[in-house]
């Protein structure tokens, strides 16, 4: 089967920096994308890797490793907008362009 | 604006009734996808799709759903005689080719079933 395992919850405050795991299993793979998404609004892209190593974009970094099939999410200098549901989604590949997502980790940032 | 648009925006059908929900992918943009996402979960692809060309069908139901993107208007997600179970919201997302990795999705579609 296909599965992307991330924490469910996490909790920190404003300025401080947070790490969401996520750890996959999945028949294909070309990269992992990390996705933001509010209040079950439209889901907005955060950062991708294809090769392993780390992705910085502002305070926002992503970080791959293949070998282990565990990426994670970086971001730093939290704020209360921050405060969001986070997902990881593996590029399947192939003859497809379809993303496999995670189960999603719920961020709560507190003043 | 020429992020992806949606609509309805939101859809109430009681049982047995047909869902057509649209999709306008970003200017530019030929490749469509659908993902559904039931309350507290993560999304689900369902359907990618070419401009009159299904590429990838693996996520849609065998029965009920469909999908469409014709040459000319928006891509089409029908479902069929709705059931208590299809309530979700329904996100369309575009890309500009088969090698774009990112995807930029819209506001969704929330359909509810009476």
């Known amino acids: 089967g296909q599965s992307l395992e991330q924490p469910s919850e996490v909790t920190a405050v404003e300025g401080a920096i947070v790490q969401i795991n996520c750890t996959y299993q999945?028949?294909?793979?070309?990269?992992l994308s990390w996705y933001q998404q509010h209040d079950g609004g439209a889901p907005t892209f955060l950062s991708y890797?294809?090769?392993?190593g780390l992705e910085e974009t502002g305070r926002f970094s992503s970080f791959l490793s293949r070998s282990d099939s565990y990426g994670y999410l970086l971001l730093q200098e939290l704020q209360m907008k921050d405060s969001a549901s986070y997902f990881c989604?593996?590029?399947?590949?192939?003859?497809?362009?379809?993303?496999?997502f995670g189960t999603g980790t719920l961020l709560a940032v507190q003043p | 604006n020429a992020g992806v648009m949606q609509n309805p925006r939101h859809l109430v059908r009681r049982r047995g009734q047909e869902a057509r929900l649209r999709c306008s992918p970003m200017?530019?943009?030929?490749?469509v996808y659908w993902y559904r996402q039931l309350p507290e979960e993560g999304l689900k692809f369902m359907v990618y799709?070419?401009?009159?060309?299904?590429?990838?069908e693996s996520g849609m139901p065998k029965e009920r759903f469909s999908a469409e993107f014709p040459k000319e208007g928006p891509s089409i997600l029908r479902i069929q005689q709705v059931v208590r179970g299809d309530s979700a919201a329904y996100f369309c997302?575009?890309?500009?080719?088969?090698?774009?990795?990112?995807?930029?999705f819209g506001p969704g579609t929330r359909l509810t079933v009476t």
């Open positions: 999945t028949s294909g793979f070309y990269g």
């Open positions: 997302a575009s890309s500009g080719g088969m090698d774009s990795y990112e995807q930029y």
């Open positions: 799709l070419q401009k009159e060309n299904i590429i990838d």
């Open positions: 890797n294809g090769l392993d």
């Open positions: 989604a593996v590029r399947a590949g192939g003859a497809t362009n379809k993303l496999i």
């Open positions: 200017k530019g943009h030929s490749h």
